[in-house]
């Protein structure tokens, strides 16, 4: 068959993303750690322990990775539990660290992208109520002058917060992330204080680097009813999307948290994103459930026959990359990937996951929507939150024990794909054959 190509936008970013907790290893006390201390907590009680052992100094090995791979950038978070281990004390040591991390980078031609927070809070602020008490909102402005102070000189794309959205509801309405709650109204409160800790943060950093694109990382989640002709389904697919996807980055640009009847405003936070981070892994089937009023009358699962990642924690709906796009435009801001990946000890999922994602991000870069860049999750192996070490991210596998690292075939066709700024059907052939047709039909 003829040869042919998707291309990207000449500068189009591509790079992976990491997390400090899941990386870096020897963690300091934050809401994480301990919440690996209580038993039950973490899959298999697994503990994050050495990570992938960044802060002993892997980062130069990963980074080589991802520089000689073909890749142009990497979004890392900070350790804000190093940073400020205690109210009054900055540790200029963990600082200077970040900075030799950053010129790093820079020596590997990697533009960086910095999280100021990624799931994890100070122990000390963690004990004080975390995001459920409004002192956070200064708290997190003044850790972000201090991060930008230090870093400005090689960083100017800041995310804020990763997954706001995910925090309100893994750690205060499922119960899966530290402090375990299942209570709307804390929810709610997290939200709120959220919301206004990114709005003071992203006021802190603009005033240091008027320069500086700063942005929120949105998990975007598809909710599709399950029975299309069902009004009650179609109620409840819509209220999952409002409530999950809309609510935090409409607050952000309107300045109002819209909820399912209703409207609060919150003024000080209109217009306070440069560019929206989606972060995109899968799609939910939603089915009206009148028993489940604490998950706002839903039941979700994914369709019968669904391509499933190893612990069936994704289900392979490429579309949904698309619709993440398409529903994101509406912010009218830059558009960045910054995670999309899938779990795959083995490799047999993620060649083609990544081709069908891929295909999809062009799809929309061809209607010409302004999207900047794609960050796969991940570099290599890492700590899996609840989950623990029983979901393998990397492009790069690691043996928790050893540390060695080892290529998987992805890896390679991330590279080749980074360097071609595209896909090609010869790419297809030759790592996926199996979605040739319909990537490059005929
Ligand atoms: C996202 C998180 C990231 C990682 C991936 C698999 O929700 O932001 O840290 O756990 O899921």
């Known amino acids: 068959m003829a040869q042919a190509s998707y291309h ?53 090995e990963d980074l080589d990775r ?20 205690a109210p009054d004390r900055w540790d200029e040591a963990a600082l200077d660290r970040y900075r030799e991390i950053m010129r790093g980078m820079f020596e590997r031609s990697l533009l960086p992208m910095v999280t100021l927070q990624h799931f994890t809070l100070p ?22 002058r201090k991060v930008v102070e230090a870093l400005k000189e090689y960083v100017t794309m800041w995310v804020t917060i990763n997954e706001p959205n995910v925090v309100m509801a893994s750690a205060y309405l499922f119960g899966d992330f530290p402090p375990g709650k299942k209570d709307l109204g804390a929810a709610m409160t997290a939200g709120r204080n959220m919301l206004r800790a990114h709005a003071a943060a992203y006021h802190a950093i ?79 089937q939603v089915a ?20 499933l990642s190893d612990t069936g924690f994704i289900a392979n709906v490429p579309q949904g990359m698309f619709d993440a796009l398409k529903w994101a435009l509406q912010f009218e801001v830059p558009i960045i990937i910054t995670e999309n990946g899938v779990e795959d000890a083995d490799d047999d999922l993620r060649p083609r996951y990544l081709l069908q994602h891929l295909h999809q991000v062009w799809r929309a870069v061809n209607f010409n929507w302004p999207i900047k860049g794609y960050y796969h999750w991940s570099l290599v192996d890492n700590f899996e939150w609840e989950r623990g070490w029983t979901q393998r991210f990397g492009l790069w596998e690691l043996d928790v024990e050893t540390q060695a690292r080892r290529k998987r075939p992805s890896a390679d ?23 040739m047709s319909s990537l490059f039909p005929d």
């Open 8 to 60: 990207f936008p000449r500068g189009f970013l591509w790079g992976t993303a990491t997390s400090s907790h899941q990386v870096e290893g020897h963690n300091p006390p934050n809401n994480w750690t301990a919440w690996e201390q209580e038993k039950g907590r973490i899959l298999h009680d697994h503990k994050s322990g050495l990570a992938c052992d960044w802060w002993g100094g892997r980062w130069r």
């Open 66 to 85: 991802a520089a000689d791979s073909g890749q142009n950038t990497h979004r890392l978070s900070l350790e804000w539990s190093r940073i400020q281990p």
């Open 123 to 144: 122990l000390w602020l963690a004990e004080q109520g975390g995001w459920e008490n409004e002192r956070i909102v200064d708290d997190f402005a003044a850790y972000a």
């Open 206 to 284: 603009h005033k240091i680097q008027p320069q500086a694109r700063v942005g929120v990382a949105m998990n975007y989640r598809g909710f599709a009813p399950a029975r299309s002709w069902s009004p009650l389904d179609r109620w409840a697919a819509r209220t999952q999307s409002l409530m999950f996807n809309d609510l935090f980055p409409r607050a952000v640009q309107k300045g109002k948290i819209y909820l399912p009847v209703g409207f609060q405003r919150i003024p000080e936070v209109a217009g306070t994103q440069d560019f929206i981070g989606v972060n995109y892994y899968t799609r939910d």
């Open 288 to 307: 009206f459930n009148l028993f489940k009023p604490g998950e706002l009358f839903a039941r979700r699962f994914f369709l019968p026959g669904a391509d």
């Open 413 to 435: 066709l991330y590279a080749e794909i980074c360097r071609e700024n595209g896909i090609t059907s010869e790419m297809v052939e030759r790592y996926a054959p199996e979605v």
